[in-house]
C-alpha cells in the first residue's frame, strides 16, 4: 500500500486549495481515508476522514464549514477541498488508510490508521 499526497502549495488567507491522496494499494478493497495535519512544534490532528462506502464523513471542529472530503473509489482517490483557508490551517497534511474498518466506520483517531502517507506542505500567509 501506497498512499502519495499532492495539491499543497502557498495561498492567501481566504483562499482555497485542494488536495489530493492516491492510494495505489489493495484496488479490491476500500479503506476508511483520512487527512490529519500536523504543525511544527504541535502534535498531529485529525482534520477530516470518510468511511469505505464514502456516505459518511466526519470533520474537525476548526475545519467544519471550510473543508470538503470526497472520495472516488473508482479511481481510489481521495480529495480535501480547503475554503476560507486560515494562517492556522498552515501545517502538512498527511493522508491515510484504515483498511480494518467496517463499511460504515469513520475513525477520527490517528491510532485506528496503520498506513500513511508522505505528507503536503500547506503555508497560508496573512
Known amino acids: 500500500v501506497q498512499l502519495q499526497a499532492s495539491g499543497g502549495g502557498l495561498v492567501q488567507a481566504g483562499g482555497s486549495l485542494r488536495l489530493s491522496c492516491i492510494d495505489s494499494?489493495?484496488?479490491?478493497?476500500?479503506?476508511?481515508r483520512a487527512w490529519f495535519r500536523q504543525a511544527p512544534g504541535k502534535e498531529r490532528e485529525f482534520v477530516a476522514a470518510i468511511s469505505r462506502s464514502g456516505g459518511s464523513t466526519r470533520y474537525a471542529d476548526s475545519v467544519k464549514g471550510r473543508f470538503t472530503i470526497s472520495r472516488d473509489n473508482a479511481k481510489n482517490i481521495v480529495t480535501l477541498q480547503m475554503n476560507m483557508l486560515k494562517p492556522e490551517d498552515t501545517a502538512v497534511y498527511l493522508c491515510?488508510?484504515?483498511?480494518?474498518?467496517?463499511?460504515?466506520?469513520?475513525?477520527?483517531?490517528?491510532?485506528?490508521?496503520?498506513?500513511w502517507g508522505q505528507g503536503t506542505l500547506v503555508t497560508v500567509s496573512s
Open positions: 494499494g489493495r484496488i479490491s478493497t476500500r479503506p476508511a
Open positions: 491515510a488508510a484504515d483498511y480494518q474498518a467496517i463499511l460504515t466506520s469513520v475513525p477520527i483517531n490517528r491510532e485506528s490508521y496503520e498506513f
